[in-house]
Every structure is written in C-alpha cells, then in structure tokens.
C-alpha cells in the first residue's frame, strides 16, 4: 500500500483509539484508574501531534524529491524549453535586448541534480524520530506523576517544547530548500549559457508572439467575426495543471509604509515576541485553572493550588502579554504621529528587560507564596513592581521627549492618551505600593482605587489611544470628530479615577464613599458614548472595507465590545445588581469581556498591521480568520453561560440556599467555561505561529528564470 499523509492520519487515528481504550482496561501499564486519562491527554496533545507534524514533514520532503527526481529525468534541454515557453513580459523583453546584441558563450557542462536527495531526507527523518514510545507509564499512588493535575501541567509545559521541535523541522525544511536551491542555482547559470548561445529566429518570433499574447486585452469585438481563428492570448498551449482554490476570502495586503530604522523596528519585535511568549504562558496556566474547576482535586500540591496559580494567570496577562504589547505598539505609534524619530533606543531596551525581569521574578514568588498580602492584581511584592515602575518611568520619559521633537503642529490625540496612561499608570502603582495610608480599611480604600484605576487608567486608556491611530489609519478616513475624542478623554480622567471603591458597595466603607463610586460610575455613560460614536461614525460609509481586511474586525470588536463592557459595568455598581452579581462569576466573565474583547482584540489588530510594515511579511490569511473566530466564539463561551450561572448563583444565595447547591448548579457552566477558554488558548497557539510566519526568515525558492537573467545582466554591466 502507498503511504502518504492522509493514510497516515488514519493510522495515527486508529493508534490513537486503540491506545486510549487499551489504558482504560491494562493494568499492567496503568495502575490508577484516575492515570488513564493523564496518559491520554499526554498521547493527544503531545505525542500525536508530534508524529503529526514529523510525518507530515516527511511526505512534503518526499514529495519534493519526487518531483526533483522527475524534472531531473527530463534532461536539461527540456527543461530550458519549458524555460522559454513560459517566460514572462519582462523576462522576454530582457531576452530580446539580449539577442539584440552580440553575445557569445559555450554552453557549460551540463550535470543533473546526483540522487543524494532521498538518503538525506532519510537520514533527516532517522535524526529527528525519537523512540516516544519506550516509556514506562506504570506509577505508584503515591507517585507525585500518579496525580493527574501534574500530569496536565506536563503537557502544557511542553507545549512551548513541541513548538521548538516544529520550529526545528521547519528550520531542516528551509536547509533542504537551500540545499535545492544550489541545484537550481547551478542550472541558472546553464540556463544562462543557453540563451546567449540561442540562435533560432523561429524562437525569437515565437517569444514576440508569447509577449504580444501576454500584452492582450480584449476589444470586446471578439464574437463580431471579424477575429481570426488564432490562439492570440496563449489560452491552449498554456493550460497549467496547477489550479489555486481559494477555501476562504481573500483579503486584501498590508499597505507598505516606510520601514522605521532598523534598531527600533528590532526593539518593537522583541516586544512583540516576549509579549506572545507571555501570553501563551500566562493563558497556558489559565487554561489549566479552568480545569481546575471541573476537576478539583487534579492535584495536590502547593505550588500548583488555585490560590497561587490565579494570580500568576492574572499577573502574567496584564504584565507580560498586555504590557509589553500595548509599550511596543506604542513605540511606533507615538513617533509616527509625532513624525519624528524614537528619543531612545536603549531607554526601551532596558524597560524592556526589566518588565521581562518583573515577570519572571514575580511568578516564582507568587508560586512560593510570596506574595503582597493577597491585594488583587498588586500580589507582586514591592521590590517586584520596583522593577515595573522604573520601567513605566523610561518609558514615559522616552515618549515624552519624543513628543516633544515632533515637528507636527499639534499633539495627535493618540499620543494624549498614551501619554496620560503612563502618567496615571505611575501615580496609581505609587499610591498602591507607598504604605503611608494603608491601615486598616484605608487599605481596602487604596486596593480599589488600584485595582479598577489599573484597568481603565493604564489598559484601557493606553489602548484607546491605539484605537485613535489604528481605525483611521485602517479605514484610510480621518476620524470622526476630534472634539468628541477630547470630551472622551477629560471625562475618562475624571469619572474613572473615583469609582474604584464600586467593587466593595455594601462593605464596612463610608457611604459618601459607595456613593461617589456609584454616580462615577454612571457618569463613565459619557466617556463610553462619546468613544463609540467617535469610531463608529469614522467607520460609516466603509463598513465594506471590514470584509475584505484582517484588521479591521479586531478593532471593530475591541470597539463594540468596549460599549458593552463599559455600560455593563455601570449596571454592576448599583446596589442591587452588585447585591446579586458580587463575590460570583459573573464578575470573572465580564472581567474577560473587558480584558479581552477590547485590549487583547484591539492588540491583536495592531500586531497585524505593524509587523507586516516591519518586516514585510504577510500572515497566513486563514489562519489569522482561524485565530479570529476561535477567539472570538470561545470568548461568548466562556462569558455568556458563566453570567447566565452566576446570575441565577446570586438570586439562590439572596432565597437563602445551601451554599454548596450553587456549586452544583454552577457545574454545567464551568464545563462551558474550560471550552471557551480551550478554545480561546487554542486561538493563542495560532496567533503565536501566525507571529513567527511573519517575523521568520524562510529560505526562498530559487526561479531559475529569474536567477539565469540576474546572471546575465550581471555579465553584461
């Protein structure tokens, strides 16, 4: 039977049935029940994918050769003959200059491609199998790899590991392309030979004939009779075998800019790079929180305890990925608009590798237990966020001065807004970190002033900023109404820095003090509005340009979502829905809402049209709809049925039912909860490969076409 790619999904899907019911009834192989399904995930996620991947590569490779072995057949003067009758506009008038002058050269020795080809592909394939499967899966209870949660917690460790291995597979296919290439190079220069050797007239009319077809449009007479039966546009005698299906919609490229110097855009990657790592990372652990949830005794070890891993999720999402991408984006947004060069490379530089340093530093303290008394979204200890602020201080310091030099008239709105975040950012992390204030329930005071101003002041404010530059740049349309972007930011500054203590209405707190929170909160419908009607409108009148882009629905999300989210959390701060809707799920759903369906949508929208104006490369298009959709469907998974849940959670606590029956009921809608967020991590590994796809050097395919005429007219000057 001849194996190829779709066969050997079959048999790694008959492997993988066969495997997973064989450790549900071996003993010998498993000896706790609760084991089989940590094996099979390992199987699943890890092996299969793995053999996946490598045979998949090893049929490419195959393939390749194959058809190498076959063009080798066909002898070079085939090969120069199909040369010449598909060469195209340009290419043939670079051959008639050619012929016009008087060229002379003997056509080199002609030597085929050796059969190495297919011994190196083996080898390859030899080199890169590992015996996976030589393994002892049997453990003792006791066994700390007996526990299914360490097991879960493997698997997403090495997920970053298989992600390596295929990057090391893609890295052997490129040194494979470059081995071709030095054939294919080689007959370039025959090729070459060949034309200054040519001296048929029937050739030369043949290829004025070919550009005359290439240069035809038609008159719109072709059917009054008066045409000759003649084959003018090259129809019959160039039918390719090779047809292009398009199973998605084509969209339309990234409109090239002017690249910035190379010491930035290199600094903007290496932001954009640590942010994705981060964000696989943090989601990573989230992702097993979720589990968690279904499963609560997966594990039981300290380190890995809800208590301590929530706030590493959380910490390394806003730190690590938001951060980090929201400062990077910044680095090209602020000196485009400023029309003026970045202050300093090797300020970025270091907030970079501090930040990184915060992040990694913090983690393994929190994972200790080390953490700063259990404040939300502050557990980082201060000599921690020490390293954060100093950070924010370079960076408010590098985008100030670059403000600064602009040699604009005016200051663009979208560097206000970034401008203030930082500044804000600052004061906000100083007032939580400073111990002055905080005693007793002064602290509860300050922990809401940080935890909600670290949200609007610092993430949201910041990407509103972005959303400024990004839509109307997008859109190629100036926005809407710049006074209405004024009246967003002022109102912002003064209704969102007073409705922290929102999150602790009915708790032993002033009531001066809920009730300021409460009215700020109302007040936030002003901000919000006038925002959306500010995008919204830029948007009217282009709404068809969304179809045919890939950035545009990422910020058209981040947009509606920032109303719904917004008006949401007004609705939240009044007494009686803070009664139902505090201390349940529905505050982790709209948390995500907020969190992700603006400042990651709208960061992921600003990574597709940077990166692609950095390095000039384009992601692939279907992956990029596939990381769109997975995110965007497993977001409504993950927040509709949790606040569904939640909200019936809070009516059964106001009736005065067991507590532990609302853990029951709330069952169904965590399992809703881990698929969504499946979903959502899934959409992150695609998001990560569509990263590395636009910021990778692949070896190119060597035309040797174009190569043989490049050959030539270096000969000639």
């Known amino acids: ?389 100093v950070a924010l201080i370079l960076t408010l310091s590098n985008f100030i001065m670059t403000v600064a030099n602009r040699t604009t008239k005016e200051i663009y709105i979208a560097n206000w807004y970034i401008v203030s975040a930082l500044i804000f950012t600052i004061i906000v992390a100083l007032t939580a970190y400073l111990p002055f204030w905080q005693d007793g329930v002064s602290e509860t005071i300050v922990q809401g002033y940080f935890m909600h101003s670290g949200v609007g002041m610092w993430f949201t404010l910041y990407t509103l900023g972005l959303l400024y530059y990004f839509v109307p740049q997008q859109i190629n349309k100036p926005i809407y109404a710049y006074s209405l972007g004024i009246l967003a930011f002022w109102t912002q500054i003064i209704f969102y820095t007073i409705i922290g203590t929102h999150h602790f209405v009915f708790a032993p707190l002033p009531w001066w003090l809920q009730t300021v929170a409460i009215v700020g909160s109302a007040g936030m419908i002003i901000p919000v509005v006038a925002a959306t009607i500010n995008f919204t409108m830029t948007f009217k009148g282009q709404w068809h340009k969304v179809t045919t882009s890939y950035t545009l629905p990422f910020f058209l999300v981040a947009v509606v979502y920032y109303f719904i989210v917004s008006l949401q959390g007004t609705a939240e701060a009044f007494k009686f829905t803070n009664l139902i809707w505090h201390f349940t799920d529905f505050t982790v759903a709209h948390a995500h809402l907020g969190f992700y369906g603006i400042i990651t949508f709208a960061l992921w929208g600003g990574f597709y049209v940077v990166i692609p104006r950095l390095t000039g490369k384009e992601p692939p298009q279907h992956l990029v709809g596939a990381h769109f959709w997975l995110a965007f469907i497993g977001l409504l998974f993950y927040a509709i049925p949790l606040s569904i849940g939640a909200t019936l959670r809070g009516l059964m606590w106001m009736d005065g039912k067991p507590f532990i029956d609302s853990v029951v009921m709330m069952f169904d809608y965590w399992l809703w909860r881990a698929i969504g967020g499946s979903l959502m991590f899934i959409s992150h590994l695609v998001f990560a490969y569509n990263f590395y796809k636009m910021t990778v050097k692949e070896v190119a395919e060597v035309d040797v076409k174009e190569e043989a005429f490049r050959i030539l007219e270096n000969q000639t000057t």
């Open 1 to 389: 039977m001849k194996l190829n790619f779709k066969s050997l999904l079959t048999l790694f899907t008959t492997l993988m049935a066969t495997t997973f019911m064989y450790s549900q009834s071996a003993n010998n192989i498993i000896s706790d029940d609760s084991n089989s399904l940590g094996v099979w995930l390992l199987f699943t996620v890890i092996i299969f994918p793995f053999l996946l991947v490598i045979g998949g590569l090893y049929f490419k490779f195959k393939e390749q050769v194959e058809e190498n072995k076959q063009w080798d057949k066909l002898g070079n003067e085939n090969h120069f003959s199909d040369y010449l009758k598909n060469l195209d506009k340009n290419q043939i008038q670079q051959f008639m200059k050619l012929k016009s002058k008087k060229c002379c050269g003997d056509c080199s020795n002609k030597k085929s491609c050796s059969s190495y080809k297919k011994t190196v592909l083996l080898l390859a394939f030899a080199l890169s199998s590992t015996s996976i499967f030589a393994q002892n899966f049997k453990a003792e209870k006791d066994n700390l790899f007996s526990q299914p949660g360490i097991i879960i917690v493997i698997i997403l460790t090495l997920l970053p590991v298989l992600l390596g291995t295929i990057f090391a597979l893609v890295k052997s296919n490129n040194a494979l392309k470059s081995y071709f290439n030095k054939s294919k190079t080689e007959e370039a220069k025959q090729f070459a030979n060949h034309i200054q050797a040519i001296s048929d007239d029937d050739l030369v009319k043949a290829l004025e004939k070919r550009e005359a077809a290439l240069a035809f449009n038609l008159n719109h007479n072709e059917l009054s009779g008066y045409e000759l039966p003649e084959d003018k546009i090259g129809i019959l005698q160039n039918i390719s075998d090779k047809h292009e299906t398009h199973f998605t919609a084509l969209k339309k490229k990234a409109v090239q800019k002017p690249n910035l110097e190379p010491n930035v855009s290199k600094l903007i990657l290496w932001y954009f790079g640590c942010a994705v790592f981060w964000l696989v990372v943090g989601t990573g652990i989230g992702e097993y929180l979720g589990i968690k949830f279904l499963a609560p005794d997966v594990d039981h070890t300290s380190w890995l305890s809800f208590g301590r891993l929530r706030p590493v999720h959380t910490n390394i999402v806003f730190w690590g990925w938001a951060s980090l991408a929201m400062i990077g984006l910044g680095y090209y947004v602020v000196p485009i608009v400023s029309n003026t060069k970045i202050h300093s490379v090797k300020w970025g530089w270091i907030a970079l590798v501090l930040t990184n340093l915060m992040v990694v530093l913090g983690s393994l303290c929190l994972m200790s237990g080390i953490n700063n008394g259990g404040g939300e979204f502050r557990e980082y200890i201060w000599p921690v966020m020490a390293l954060f602020a």
